[in-house]
Structure formats: C-alpha cells, structure tokens
C-alpha cells in the first residue's frame, strides 16, 4: 500500500493551521474547514520539507499518491512521488468525494489541488452530481483519462500558457468521444 514520506504531519486543529504552511494556504484562500476535509498536511523536515502535501485518496479513502506544493522559496514549486514509491498512475485529487457514475453530471477539473479548491469554495455547497478533480499538472495518463471519461461532462478550467493549452488540447483529444468537454482559460496569475 502507499504510503505517505516521513515528517508529512496532518493540521490537526485550527491551532496548527496558524503556522507558517497554514498561513500560506489561507493567504491562498483556502479555510481550515478545507484542510480538514481534504486532510492536507505539511512538511517541515524529510523528503517534503518547506511543502504543502495533498494527499490523493479514492472513494474508500486508501491513499493513492499526494502532491507537495512548496511554501517555502524553493525553485522546484512541486514534488510528486517517485515510481519507487508505488503511487497510483490513476490517481486524481478530488475523486474520494465524487459521485457514484451513474449520478454523476459535471467535473471541474483543473491542473492543481489548490486551483480545484478554489473551484469548490465558489461552488459550496456542492451541487447533486458535481465533482472537483485536479490530474496534478498539464500531464494525464490514460488511467486518468479512464475515470475521467465517467463523466458525461467536463468543465476544464486551465492555466492560459503554453502548458494549459497543450493540456486542454491534449484532453479534449482523449475524452472527445467520452465526455463533452468545455475549456475556459483562468486570468493570468489568479486561481480560477
């Protein structure tokens, strides 16, 4: 089973989300009522140290992979794990709370875990059949592209760079037949 590197700590209480990772994610928007539900944590020393983990979980909560954001002043901004690590290649941040398919009517889906949050602070409460989803960057995979395609509708809200439009032509290709997939291009530098 995966599991999650060493030094990754969960905030536990609004307490713990009044020091310095906590500050960069409610400067970023995000509430302590999110932290909780999404069980996001940090790293202060290990592997992640000075990063944001988001830990990707499936509809029965194993953990499947994470993604680490830095809050720190890092040159790399993200961390994924490695192949050695055994994460899940189908793994899509958000999916632990979607729907059941047959009730499912309209993803959101974006390229990170904060920008899928954002998304879902707009939209509370979360209508019937809606869903968030980030796929963690401008890459997917045909695992991905797999449960994605249970979706009869995708609204991808993309970064406008190179990257986003190269990702949402990408998706559009492989879900094209599956899914109707609507692309909107956020602001330069704002979450959607």
């Not at 983990?53 to 994924?80: G, N, Q």
């Not at 499912?104 to 409460?125: D, F, H, I, Q």
């Not at 809200?157 to 692309?183: I, K, Y």
Request: charge should be positive.
């Amino acid at each position: 089973a995966f599991r999650m590197p060493v030094g990754v700590e969960e905030f536990l209480s609004a307490r713990t989300f009044e020091t310095n990772p906590g500050e960069y994610l409610s400067g970023r928007g995000v509430s302590f009522m999110q932290v909780a539900k999404w069980r996001i944590g940090y790293a202060l020393d290990g592997k992640l140290r000075g990063r944001i983990v988001f830990p990707i979980r499936d509809a029965r909560e194993r953990l499947l992979s994470y993604t680490a954001r830095t809050f720190a002043k890092s040159p790399v901004r993200y961390k994924t794990p490695s192949a050695a690590e055994g994460p899940s290649p189908a793994a899509i941040f958000g999916e632990q709370y979607w729907p059941v398919p047959g009730k499912r009517r309209l993803l959101y889906l974006t390229e990170g875990a904060l920008k899928s949050l954002a998304v879902e602070r707009v939209l509370e409460p979360m209508p019937d059949g809606t869903g968030i989803a980030a796929v963690g960057g401008s890459g997917i995979v045909i695992q991905q592209v797999a449960k994605l395609g249970t979706w009869p509708k995708i609204l991808l809200v993309a970064d406008d760079n190179h990257a986003g439009r190269r990702f949402a032509d990408a998706l559009t290709d492989a879900l094209g037949r599956a899914s109707e997939v609507d692309v909107r291009f956020a602001p330069k530098g704002k979450d959607p």
